[in-house]
């Protein structure tokens, strides 16, 4: 804790290099899995051979996957991101996929009988019942990618990875071991936080209870 | 003006070896309710789907208010014509209020029309607005989610609306208490009405017309009255059921039976009376418990009709010699 209070500056520039790298993780895996959720609802028999596939690659070791990437992406973060995305990507797509298959087919008849088009569809219907399903998916992947984040330090990626690394290399350096451990659960805990506040502000229950609370409120009126 | 027509149209599923609507000509008249029968697969769900282009023929024309309806956009056509299926679908994140604005939504009202719309569907189907309108569809049963249905087919105030087995998965007493909606709708509304039925007395109870479908075939298309008493064949005969004679009274209408009343004929006060709508066997019920010779048929407190044993009887008896 006393490193990160001496060297407050450097600590920073290591948290945003590391939430640099989360974030756009997240972004473009989220453009990917996208896609590809859209895909295999289209086409059910897609479902196996994908997720097959990404589950494959999630079995491998992150230091492993970084490591295939560098002789396309060389040692730099790129790789790193490039195997976060790969990593995250089968969490993304299966509870997409889930999301939409739970969406009853009754539900999206009536969108189409009523004359929605596909983007309405899209938007009004799919967008808000997905939501909490995908949100808790990136909430999830989010922690992975913080975590795997931090291997990146060795291939040249910088973030809290660095202070572990460093620590361990330079004997007796206990502090900077605790400092990036501790950077790094309280950006896990943060950011998972906030997913998680999101998923709930969007949670469709949520509303159901806070408008039961009204229903009640007013037969409570209505009775007294 | 035929509010729908169908006109050789036929469809057959990438494949299937048969066709699930063969060659089906059908003329749907204007503020008429017409229930399409038929056994499971005998196509009768692909036919109204075609009527909103959910599906395509593979051959044939519909023309909806003499529109061939290839000629409109499906977005524009669906939006001017309302729909009700079995589960509801209603849309779950929405409140009561959202769900039947979705149609005028897409048709761009302004929001204050739209409210004012929500409401008085609300009260139409007889949900008060202040109750339900921001309830969510999980927070009510059954039956007031198919009437939520109903006010969002009504939302756009479209002259055509679909039902496929809306209360199919509803139990009987409500199911009951919504055909009676429907057919107090029919006559407030004028709406044409294309109904998918696999319930008999749904159909016999509800419709002005019924088309019998069998293996995706026209059998017979005309009043229930017809269709009782002259079964186009023993398919039809035995669908119907047409041998329980309490059970047809119990189906036909007053109206089917009666005869006009005579040109300056003055109810006297003392015979029992009874509605056009009301069935032969509460009429036949009445007589026998009134040990009256003869009823009066009122609409909206005027005589248009007498009715009488012998009326009923012939109505029956009719159906015993086809």
Same mark, same amino acid.
């Given at each position: 804790?006393?490193?990160?209070?001496?060297?407050?500056?450097?600590?920073?520039?290591?948290?945003?290099?590391?939430?640099?790298?989360?974030?756009?993780?997240?972004?473009?895996?989220?453009? +990917?899995?996208?896609?590809?959720?859209?895909?295999?609802?289209?086409?059910?028999?897609?479902?196996?051979? *994908?997720?097959?596939?990404?589950?494959?690659?999630? %079995?491998?070791?992150?230091?492993?996957?970084?490591?295939?990437?560098?002789?396309?992406?060389?040692?730099?973060?790129?790789?790193? @991101?490039? &195997?976060?995305?790969?990593?995250?990507?089968?969490?993304?797509?299966?509870?997409?996929?889930?999301?939409?298959?739970?969406?009853?087919? &009754?539900?999206? !008849?009536?969108?189409?009988?009523?004359?929605?088009?596909?983007?309405?569809?899209?938007?009004?219907?799919?967008?808000?019942?997905? +939501?909490?399903?995908?949100?808790?998916?990136?909430?999830?992947?989010?922690?992975?990618? @913080?975590?795997?984040?931090?291997?990146?330090?060795?291939?040249?990626?910088?973030?809290?990875?660095?202070?572990?690394?460093?620590? @361990?290399?330079?004997?007796?350096?206990?502090?900077?071991?605790?400092?990036?451990?501790?950077?790094?659960?309280? =950006?896990?805990?943060?950011?998972?936080?906030?997913?998680?506040?999101?998923?709930?502000?969007?949670? #469709?229950?949520?509303?159901?209870?806070?408008?039961?609370?009204?229903?009640?409120?007013?037969?409570?009126?209505?009775? !007294? | 003006?035929?509010?729908?027509?169908?006109?050789?149209?036929?469809?057959?599923?990438?494949?299937?070896?048969?066709?699930?609507?063969?060659?089906?000509?059908?003329?749907?008249?204007?503020?008429?309710?017409?229930?399409?029968?038929?056994?499971?697969?005998?196509?009768?769900?692909?036919?109204?789907?075609?009527?909103?282009?959910?599906?395509?023929?593979?051959?044939?024309?519909?023309?909806?208010?003499?529109?061939?309806?290839?000629?409109?956009?499906?977005?524009?056509?669906?939006?001017?014509?309302?729909?009700?299926?079995?589960?509801?679908?209603?849309?779950?994140?929405? %409140?009561?209020?959202?769900? @039947?604005?979705?149609?005028?939504?897409?048709?761009?009202?302004?929001? #204050?029309?739209?409210?004012?719309?929500?409401?008085?569907?609300?009260?139409?189907?007889?949900?008060?607005?202040?109750?339900?309108?921001?309830?969510?569809?999980?927070?009510?049963?059954?039956?007031?989610? $198919?009437?939520?249905?109903?006010?969002?087919?009504?939302?756009?105030?479209?002259?055509?609306?679909?039902?496929?087995?809306?209360?199919?998965?509803?139990?009987?007493?409500?199911?009951?208490?919504?055909?009676?909606?429907?057919?107090? =709708?029919?006559?407030? +509304?004028?709406?044409?009405?294309?109904?998918?039925?696999?319930?008999?007395?749904?159909?016999?109870?509800?419709?002005?017309?019924?088309?019998?479908?069998?293996?995706?075939?026209?059998?017979?298309?005309?009043?229930?009255?017809? *269709?009782?008493?002259?079964?186009?064949?023993?398919?039809?005969?035995?669908?119907?059921?047409?041998?329980?004679?309490?059970? $047809?009274?119990?189906?036909?209408?007053? !109206?089917?039976?009666?005869?006009?009343?005579?040109?300056?004929?003055?109810?006297?006060?003392?015979?029992?009376?009874?509605?056009?709508?009301?069935?032969?066997?509460? &009429?036949?019920?009445? *007589?026998?418990?009134?040990?009256?010779?003869?009823?009066?048929?009122?609409?909206?407190?005027?005589?248009?009709?007498?009715?009488?044993? !012998?009326?009923?009887?012939?109505?029956?008896?009719?159906?015993?010699?086809?």
């Amino acid at each position: 804790m006393g490193y990160i209070l001496n060297n407050p500056a450097q600590v920073w520039e290591l948290v945003l290099q590391h939430m640099q790298m989360t974030l756009i993780t997240l972004a473009i895996a989220v453009l +990917l899995a996208l896609p590809l959720s859209l895909l295999i609802y289209r086409y059910r028999w897609l479902n196996v051979p *994908i997720l097959g596939t990404l589950g494959v690659f999630y %079995t491998v070791p992150s230091l492993a996957l970084i490591i295939l990437f560098v002789p396309l992406f060389g040692l730099n973060a790129q790789s790193v @991101i490039a &195997a976060m995305v790969l990593y995250t990507q089968v969490i993304l797509v299966r509870n997409l996929v889930v999301g939409l298959q739970a969406i009853p087919p &009754a539900v999206m !008849e009536a969108a189409k009988g009523m004359g929605m088009n596909t983007w309405q569809r899209w938007w009004q219907v799919q967008v808000p019942l997905i +939501l909490p399903v995908f949100l808790a998916g990136l909430r999830l992947s989010a922690v992975v990618a @913080i975590a795997i984040a931090t291997i990146g330090a060795k291939f040249g990626a910088g973030g809290l990875g660095t202070l572990l690394f460093d620590g @361990i290399a330079q004997a007796g350096r206990y502090d900077k071991i605790w400092a990036g451990a501790i950077a790094v659960s309280i =950006l896990a805990f943060a950011l998972n936080g906030a997913l998680l506040a999101l998923q709930w502000a969007v949670n #469709p229950t949520r509303k159901l209870y806070k408008s039961q609370g009204k229903v009640r409120q007013h037969l409570a009126s209505v009775t !007294e | 003006m035929n509010a729908i027509e169908f006109s050789k149209v036929s469809l057959k599923f990438p494949g299937s070896p048969r066709w699930a609507v063969d060659e089906v000509d059908c003329e749907i008249e204007q503020g008429k309710l017409v229930v399409i029968l038929g056994p499971s697969g005998c196509g009768k769900t692909t036919l109204l789907k075609m009527v909103n282009r959910l599906y395509e023929p593979s051959a044939g024309t519909i023309y909806v208010n003499g529109q061939d309806i290839r000629r409109v956009q499906a977005t524009e056509l669906r939006q001017q014509i309302g729909y009700v299926i079995q589960q509801s679908g209603l849309f779950p994140h929405m %409140t009561v209020a959202q769900n @039947i604005g979705v149609v005028p939504k897409l048709l761009g009202w302004e929001k #204050p029309r739209i409210q004012s719309r929500v409401d008085e569907l609300l009260n139409l189907v007889a949900l008060p607005p202040g109750d339900f309108r921001d309830r969510y569809p999980a927070q009510l049963s059954g039956g007031q989610q $198919q009437r939520v249905g109903v006010a969002r087919a009504l939302a756009g105030d479209p002259q055509v609306i679909l039902m496929d087995e809306p209360f199919g998965a509803i139990d009987a007493i409500t199911r009951a208490a919504l055909q009676d909606e429907i057919l107090r =709708l029919q006559q407030q +509304l004028q709406k044409t009405i294309l109904f998918v039925s696999h319930d008999v007395e749904e159909a016999l109870r509800l419709a002005d017309r019924i088309l019998i479908l069998k293996a995706g075939q026209v059998v017979q298309y005309d009043t229930p009255f017809n *269709i009782l008493t002259r079964p186009a064949n023993q398919f039809v005969h035995e669908l119907m059921g047409a041998d329980d004679m309490v059970r $047809q009274l119990g189906l036909l209408r007053v !109206e089917t039976a009666m005869s006009d009343a005579p040109p300056n004929y003055r109810h006297n006060g003392a015979e029992p009376t009874i509605t056009r709508h009301d069935s032969l066997r509460e &009429a036949l019920s009445l *007589i026998l418990r009134t040990g009256a010779r003869r009823l009066t048929v009122l609409e909206n407190g005027i005589a248009v009709g007498v009715l009488t044993l !012998e009326h009923i009887r012939d109505s029956a008896s009719i159906g015993v010699s086809a």
